[in-house]
T-cell receptor
Framework: DAKTTQPNSMESNEEEPVHLPCNHS???????IHWYRQLPSQGPEYVIH???SNVNNRMASLAIAEDRKSSTLILHRATLRDAAVYYC??????????????FGKGTLLTVNP | NAGVTQTPKFRILKIGQSMTLQCTQD?????MYWYRQDPGMGLKLIYY???????DKGEVPNGYNVSRSTTEDFPLRLELAAPSQTSVYFC????????????FGEGSWLTVV
């Protein structure tokens, strides 16, 4: 599986934007970039995903570099409820075991009031 | 909206005992997964299934067994529990395409003493 690299932790203030980076230099042309987050004592939940173009949804935006070797998850106005571990994951369409998600340690986001 | 349901939520096992973690989903997803998460770590894939009657090993399958007799259910069996199996277990499901969201259950906290 292609690997991703994320900072171990980041800190933000409430109501400020947060940019969570992810490097994936070995990404293949057909890998989707997925972001999930895990709140304390809960299972991971989907945030956003994309292939080549930038994506927006009600939770966040995903900015994908032109060469696709990095991406950034953008939380436009952080709230205390956004404090979580954020995982950047690559998902291959090749079928079989490639449909699984391989998790790293993610980025622990702390939001200060 | 039940989604992915896991039972039990908490369980204490003695060394050498066996138990089954139940997982059911009501979204008619073909793909189902079992992950474990040790404290401070990311999720590791134990087993996965791409459809009824088809299962395969993930990264850490030793000490576990699974079956997939129906689309909805994907139980995880622990045989001869060991302290190393103390962990939080997450079941998940998804559609087949790599562009689709993976939905997680709320987790099962297992302690082996």
């Amino acid at each position: 599986d292609a690997k991703t690299t994320q900072p171990n932790s980041m800190e933000s203030n409430e109501e400020e934007p947060v940019h969570l980076p992810c490097n994936h230099s070995t990404i293949s042309g057909t890998d989707y970039i997925h972001w999930y987050r895990q709140l304390p004592s809960q299972g991971p939940e989907y945030v956003i995903h994309g292939l080549t173009s930038n994506v927006n949804n009600r939770m966040a935006s995903l900015a994908i570099a032109e060469d696709r070797k990095s991406s950034t998850l953008i939380l436009h106005r952080a709230t205390l409820r956004d404090a979580a571990v954020y995982y950047c994951i690559l998902r291959s369409p090749l079928g079989g075991s490639n449909y699984k998600l391989t998790f790293g340690k993610g980025t622990l986001l702390t939001v200060n009031p | 909206n039940a989604g992915v349901t896991q039972t039990p939520k908490f369980r204490i096992l003695k060394i050498g005992q066996s138990m089954t973690l139940q997982c059911t989903q009501d979204m008619n997803h073909n793909y189902m997964y079992w992950y474990r998460q040790d404290p401070g770590m990311g999720l590791k894939l134990i087993y996965y299934s791409v459809g009824a009657g088809i299962t395969d090993k993930g990264e850490v399958p030793n000490g576990y067994n699974v079956s997939r007799s129906t689309t909805e259910d994907f139980p995880l069996r622990l045989e001869l529990a060991a302290p190393s199996q103390t962990s939080v277990y997450f079941c998940a499901s998804s559609e087949s395409s790599s562009g689709n969201t993976i939905y997680f259950g709320e987790g099962s906290w297992l302690t082996v003493v």
